[in-house]
């Protein structure tokens, strides 16, 4: 095919795909979808070979946002059946972030529900970030807070944060039909301050929405533009009691697609299968492997995910291997560019500058049709933090 052809040598060069030959990877048939993979499966072993970075989230407070993202079951009048609990002390949180790094995991991720941090919350998050660091050494701590105000972002910096996460979710022109409490600019400034303050931005999406393949390519077009240095793509979890339960809209193999067409718009960026996998991707788990190269250890914030051990297992019989601490997780050129913050500006030479954000009128514009609900998979989060029983790592 010369679309894969095409895509393969771009990735390799690090050149930014058109929005064309994104749409197109979207548009392929389950009859290309092993060709597909192969492709995406050839740069991402380009710039990563075949290691795997483990991630661990710590939820540090649960539930009760004042926030009305559609997809989250922590949402202002969720009905979901969550666990809720306030923040979780610095000892709390380090023990739990000891159970992912003893289970093999790089990163810790301490996130919080709400629109963003008090400065008091700021103070609190700083001595979790230092108490996890001190009894583990040489773990990434990534904080996820949601918005931040000015110098927020330099006070976790100082106080060992390694990354900052924030998502930008959808595209730009869909984002008001997700959430109305903020919006995708206030989401666009804060993954900015992060990233000006010396953190190593993390910014992704959530696909299953309902939205569109142009939004789709809208989104991943715009982080492409934002340079995060890791960009996690989750698959919807469609949760009673939310306002999107109703939209079961993936299956494995359009999964799989849109993950390589994200590792071709974004080749030498750590793409992370996020929430979501076990659910949508199901058996086809260890095919994705070949597309991301990160991917969470156990359980989501609010949903189990399969046993630690289990994620540890597919890893080894697919061929791959858990990235050390002692090895660097971007590409030499990325990490060297300070921070890790990518290539650094929007006009380098891999072409991040020339990209557009909008949609063109000829571009499908209908949402993928429904799939078969398979509720049966999605299980809220009852061990772990903010719980007696022992976490999932
Ligand atoms: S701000 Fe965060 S926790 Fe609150 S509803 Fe949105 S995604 Fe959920």
């Known amino acids: ?47 990563f070979g075949r290691r795997v970075k483990l991630n661990y989230l710590v939820n540090l407070k649960s539930g009760l946002c004042p926030e009305d993202c559609s997809y989250c079951s922590q949402r202002l009048g969720s009905k979901a059946e969550i666990l809720k609990y306030t923040w979780l002390k610095a000892d709390e949180a380090s023990k739990a972030a000891a159970a992912g790094v003893a289970g093999g995991a790089k990163r810790v991720c301490l996130v919080a529900s709400g629109r963003g941090p008090t400065d008091k919350d700021v103070d609190r998050v700083s001595k979790t970030i230092e108490a996890i660091k001190e009894q583990n050494e040489g773990v990434e701590v990534c904080a996820c807070l949601g918005l931040l105000s000015d110098g927020q972002a330099e006070r976790l910096r100082a106080a060992g944060a390694d990354a900052y996460n924030h998502n930008l979710n959808t595209s730009e022109s869909t984002y008001g039909d997700i959430t109305t409490t903020h919006t995708y600019a206030d989401r666009v400034e804060t993954v900015q301050q992060a990233q000006a303050a010396g953190l190593s931005a993390c910014s992704g999406l959530i696909a299953g929405m309902g939205e569109t393949d142009a939004d789709l390519v ?66 086809m788990q260890p095919l994705a492997l070949h597309l991301v190269n990160s991917i969470f250890l156990g359980d989501y914030l609010t949903s189990e995910g399969q046993a630690g051990q289990a994620d540890l297992d597919m890893i080894a ?77």
Request: with cysteine; glycine share 10%.
């Open 1 to 47: 095919m010369d679309l894969l052809n095409t895509l393969v040598e771009k990735g390799l060069r690090r050149e930014l795909p058109t929005r064309e030959e994104a749409l197109a990877v979207l548009a392929t048939t389950d009859d290309e979808l092993l060709d597909v993979v192969a492709a995406a499966g050839k740069v991402r072993r380009q710039w």
């Open 218 to 283: 809208d989104v991943v077009f715009s982080l492409r533009e934002l340079d995060p240095d890791s960009v996690p793509v989750n698959f919807l979890i469609p949760f009673e009691g939310t306002p999107l339960a109703k939209e079961w809209n993936l299956t494995p193999q359009r999964a799989l697609r849109i993950l390589a067409m994200v590792r071709f718009v974004c080749p030498d960026v750590e793409v992370r299968l996020a929430g979501g996998r076990e659910v949508h991707l199901r058996t």
């Open 317 to 393: 019989d697919a061929g791959f291997e858990v990235e050390g601490t002692d090895t660097t997780t971007l590409p030499g050129h990325r990490a060297a560019a300070g921070g890790g913050c990518g290539s650094g500006s929007a006009s380098s030479e891999d072409g991040c500058g020339s990209v557009c954000g909008t949609t063109s009128p000829e571009e499908p514009s209908v949402p993928a049709a429904r799939e078969e609900a398979r509720t049966d998979l999605v299980s809220v989060r009852r061990r772990g933090a903010g719980t007696d029983l022992a976490p999932n790592a």
